[in-house]
């Protein structure tokens, strides 16, 4: 196997304080151009159909065959804001995508490649996974002007194990700031528990129970620079604003979950029909 742990005794004790650890310069500028530039050219190739739009705000909406699917695909989500009032695009499609998901990390060799690395296998082991699993991974694009909001919530809701094993890994393709849309975060409030789950029956998907309020003084901001890479522990409260700013802020988001000792939820969104690789085996 040879895979070793590389996050330090500080790292490690930060996380399990906070919630969230910040590992600055994670990726080389390369690796980040070699993202950017792969996706461009998703989008490029994309013929513009708007098959799905995607907001955290009306998230029980989204039961489409489109959105099911997108577990094992790369598919196209739209902004909410992307469109006039006469249903056209106010702007390039380019311009016009929330987020690019779910399997960018099985079916394109460029986020294969990144996922697959060292690195975060290391990550991984020193957070003591036996068979860490990518589930879902999401380019988000955080649109200038146009970029929507991610309401207050915890990764387990959405990738839920038992017992939960979610952890987030969340890639800045550009520098995150409060101006365009960074991720905020109630640092220690992965102690807390689990508030809700989001579940998948026969109607579609549903919360199985309403959002507590968070009070927005708790939350901090994790201003962070392109290549920067944040560690989510999947009970964390975390959230980012609209982006209203003339700039985009593309961030690459991996959820990554335990499947040794830990059960896939069967009324999680996500059925994959093919069985996952995992990242390493102990
Ligand atoms: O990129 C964002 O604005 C939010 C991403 C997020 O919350 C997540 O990936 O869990």
């Given at each position: 196997m040879g895979i070793a742990g590389n996050l330090t005794a500080d790292q490690l004790a930060f996380f399990n304080a906070n919630g969230y650890l910040v590992l600055e310069s994670f990726s080389s500028a390369e690796e980040v151009k070699d993202m950017r530039d792969r996706m461009a050219e998703l989008l490029d190739g994309f013929d513009g159909s708007v098959s799905s739009i995607f907001s955290t705000k009306n998230?029980?909406?989204?039961?489409?065959d489109y959105f099911f699917e997108s577990a094992e695909k790369i598919s196209f989500f739209f902004e909410e804001k992307a469109f006039g009032e006469d249903g056209h695009l106010k702007q390039p499609k380019e311009l016009s995508i929330n987020k690019v998901g779910h399997a960018l990390h099985e079916q394109d060799p460029v986020f294969k490649k990144f996922t697959s690395t060292d690195k975060i296998a290391g990550m991984f082991f020193s957070l003591g996974y036996k068979r860490p699993v990518v589930m879902q991974s999401m380019y988000i694009f955080k649109q200038p002007g146009i970029g929507g909001e991610v309401v207050p919530h915890q990764d387990n809701s959405f990738l839920y194990t038992e017992p939960p094993s979610c952890t987030g890994l969340w890639l800045a393709l550009e520098d995150a700031t409060v101006t365009n849309g960074c991720l905020w975060a109630i640092p220690g409030s992965h102690k807390n528990g689990l508030k809700r789950r989001f579940i998948r029956d026969e109607n579609g998907v549903h919360f199985d129970r309403s959002s507590p309020a968070y009070d927005e003084k708790e939350f901090v901001p994790l201003e962070v620079k392109e290549g920067s890479l944040v560690v989510i522990h999947g009970d964390l409260i975390h959230q980012s604003f609209e982006n209203k700013s003339p700039n985009s802020r593309h961030a690459l988001s991996l959820h990554v979950v335990d499947t040794d000792g830990h059960i896939w939820a069967k009324d999680n969104w996500i059925q994959k029909k093919v069985e996952p690789e995992p990242l390493y085996s102990c």
């Amino acid at each position: 196997m040879g895979i070793a742990g590389n996050l330090t005794a500080d790292q490690l004790a930060f996380f399990n304080a906070n919630g969230y650890l910040v590992l600055e310069s994670f990726s080389s500028a390369e690796e980040v151009k070699d993202m950017r530039d792969r996706m461009a050219e998703l989008l490029d190739g994309f013929d513009g159909s708007v098959s799905s739009i995607f907001s955290t705000k009306n998230q029980q909406q989204h039961t489409d065959d489109y959105f099911f699917e997108s577990a094992e695909k790369i598919s196209f989500f739209f902004e909410e804001k992307a469109f006039g009032e006469d249903g056209h695009l106010k702007q390039p499609k380019e311009l016009s995508i929330n987020k690019v998901g779910h399997a960018l990390h099985e079916q394109d060799p460029v986020f294969k490649k990144f996922t697959s690395t060292d690195k975060i296998a290391g990550m991984f082991f020193s957070l003591g996974y036996k068979r860490p699993v990518v589930m879902q991974s999401m380019y988000i694009f955080k649109q200038p002007g146009i970029g929507g909001e991610v309401v207050p919530h915890q990764d387990n809701s959405f990738l839920y194990t038992e017992p939960p094993s979610c952890t987030g890994l969340w890639l800045a393709l550009e520098d995150a700031t409060v101006t365009n849309g960074c991720l905020w975060a109630i640092p220690g409030s992965h102690k807390n528990g689990l508030k809700r789950r989001f579940i998948r029956d026969e109607n579609g998907v549903h919360f199985d129970r309403s959002s507590p309020a968070y009070d927005e003084k708790e939350f901090v901001p994790l201003e962070v620079k392109e290549g920067s890479l944040v560690v989510i522990h999947g009970d964390l409260i975390h959230q980012s604003f609209e982006n209203k700013s003339p700039n985009s802020r593309h961030a690459l988001s991996l959820h990554v979950v335990d499947t040794d000792g830990h059960i896939w939820a069967k009324d999680n969104w996500i059925q994959k029909k093919v069985e996952p690789e995992p990242l390493y085996s102990c």
